[in-house]
């Protein structure tokens, strides 16, 4: 099984996590979540967009652990 790769796109703040493959449709499964899925059905790949304000209850305690450190 090959680990998915973290991608993060700053710019756009959009947060990718994929593996290789090649999508053959995605799905919608929340607003501004999609997971994309290969010809076989398996999921390859997800986008979460806005990632930086669907991932603050996350992000923001991370942060602030690794200044304390």
Request: glycine share 6%; hydrophobic share 50%.
């Amino acid at each position: 099984m090959n680990p998915f790769k973290v991608f993060y796109d700053e710019e756009e703040d959009i947060l990718y996590l994929a593996k290789e493959g090649v999508e053959h449709e995605f799905v919608e499964i929340a607003p501004g979540v999609n997971a994309e899925i290969d010809e076989k059905g398996a999921l390859i790949g997800i986008e979460l967009f806005n990632a930086s304000i669907l991932l603050k209850n996350v992000i923001n305690p991370i942060v602030k652990k690794a200044k304390a450190a």
